[in-house]
DNA sequence: CCAAAACATTTACATTTGTTGAGGAATTGA
DNA sequence: TCAATTCCTCAACAAATGTAAATGTTTTGG
């Protein structure tokens, strides 16, 4: 519990009070490796705080193509977002890439509390600013530029330990090419 | 000056205290076709309504290839969001595509309104999740997986308008390819 | 209105990436 | 442990996209 709210105060400083209701709709989980905290088709309610593991958030083509969107590795906040913003289905699924323990919430409830704390609401605009606009920005330009090459190393770069974790074909499918040009790429840049 | 608080009202309601808070920082301005609102390199502070006329967001490699983000046509808000927030150049440039009236304002003024009035928080925090994130989830996923035939298709489905107001290379830059292919898909789908 | 600049298209060739299928390595779960 | 599955790499060919250059059209600013 205690790396939860730390992880939150880097965001923004949070009063007792604001504290104790979030801890009131917090519950710890787990999920084993290949396990769906979200899954396409449905509607999703509950956002899961990453104590230890990994997940990864994938859509499927309907010929069945998987691309993976984002990772949630430790300290990140998972979650289908516009899914539950719009209270339609998710085109995402979310899954265990490994055995992974979670904090959940229900994302309404956290939104209720927003608008009762101005500090979590605070944190809400800090946390989105941070995770989908300056880290998006980038990211919007690379996919429309740059080379799945050039992605790669900046991918690399920018989480080396993530690298270290994951199988090739899931770095291929958030790179948006197939593991035989991710082969292709690593076997030029050796 | 109406039209900019109608817009604000499809966010969310705002009281009278929030309206006049905010319409005293508002300042009416014009730009030419080819002026720039940011330019790439300076620390922006400021955030456009745009009225009437069009801008786009792009970012230049350091080949010179023009590489654009977003558009900006009426009723949205302009701004290189991630420069202001980390306080650092920015990365990309806005320019006038046609000429352009805005309201502009500062956008810390603004910041510390959204601190001072819960209502003005909820719009950002209700903009932020539409522009940023419901918008942009499919589009992350299009930029990896969909050949640039079919983004064109989603975009001229989703921007009917826009299409007809954009030069073509333009719309190539938005797509991430040359204009020479886009000719090639528009020969294709005729 | 007109000359200059910007824009769009096309062709030929180069590069990047995808597809399919095969073989071997690594991983996993019973 | 070990058989089954998953994963990785590679080869050969196909498709998508880029590059460069030529040409004709459109737009624009004086």
């Known amino acids: 519990m205690d790396v939860f709210f730390k992880k939150i105060e880097t965001y923004t400083k949070l009063s007792a009070e604001s504290r104790t209701a979030w801890e009131a709709i917090l ?13 396409e088709g449905q509607a999703p309610k509950k956002v899961a705080f990453v104590v230890k593991g990994l997940f990864s958030q994938n859509y499927v083509s309907d010929k069945g193509e998987v691309v993976i969107k984002t990772f949630f590795p430790e300290q990140r906040f998972a979650a289908s977002v516009s899914a539950m913003l719009s209270k339609t289905p998710s085109m995402f699924t979310i899954t265990a890439l490994e055995d992974t323990s979670v904090l959940e919430y229900d994302f309404f409830a956290f939104k209720k509390l927003s608008e009762q704390y101005m500090d979590i609401a605070t944190f809400y605009i800090n946390y989105m600013e941070l995770h989908w606009i300056i880290e998006k920005e980038p990211l919007e330009i690379a996919l429309r530029h740059d080379p799945a090459g050039k992605r790669y190393a900046a991918f690399a770069d920018k989480f080396p330990s993530l690298i270290k974790r994951l199988k090739k074909h899931h770095i291929a499918s958030y790179l948006g090419i197939t593991p035989t040009q991710l082969s292709r790429i690593l076997l030029t840049n050796k």
């Open 27 to 39: 519950t710890a989980k787990t999920y084993k490796r290949g396990d769906n905290f979200v899954t």
